[in-house]
């Protein structure tokens, strides 16, 4: 099956799918995997990681701490990496001031819109706590809280999302 006919989710790790109450990172969430989990289970999504932990842990070894989460989306792939941090420093921005100000076709904006185009994506979400200053991104994200992650109030939201279909 060719991507472009797969229900794709975008996703971030820190602040969706680990939160301020996990004891380390690599503590995910029982509430934030079990909407992913519903999610593969109603829509059969694959997993795209956009996550700044592609830079830092190697692919299988992310592959594997997913499942030994319980995680049950196979995850597939990883957006290309673009570096923008540089703008946030020289500016001294807060990280939301940052995000805000993002133009619309760069930074993770530009990361999967890039992939989108390259692989012709269809149907996707993305669960991330970064803000999109893309509106044609933001209207397939939901913007987590750190606090808490990913949550079962997203799952509504999020089935909705992943029903949209681009022509």
């Not at 969430?29 to 830092?56: D, F, H, M, P």
């Not at 209207?139 to 949209?164: F, V």
Request: charged letters at 30%; one cysteine or more.
């Amino acid at each position: 099956m060719r991507l472009n006919e797969l229900a794709i989710c975008f996703l971030d790790i820190d602040g969706v799918l680990n939160n301020n109450e996990s004891k380390d990172e690599k503590d995910f969430s029982k509430e934030a995997i079990s909407v992913l989990n519903t999610l593969y289970q109603k829509y059969n999504i694959k997993l795209v990681l956009c996550s700044s932990w592609r830079e830092w842990y190697t692919f299988k070894y992310i592959e594997n701490l997913f499942v030994e989460n319980g995680i049950d989306a196979e995850l597939i792939d990883t957006t290309p990496h673009y570096i923008g941090e540089e703008r946030r420093a020289s500016f001294n921005l807060s990280e939301l001031e940052y995000m805000k100000s993002v133009p619309p076709d760069s930074g993770r904006n530009a990361e999967i819109l890039k992939y989108i185009k390259i692989h012709d994506i269809k149907r996707f979400i993305i669960l991330d706590d970064y803000y999109y200053s893309n509106d044609f991104l933001r209207s397939h994200a939901i913007c987590t809280d750190m606090r808490y992650g990913l949550t079962s109030k997203d799952l509504k939201t999020a089935e909705q999302i992943i029903n949209i279909k681009e022509e």
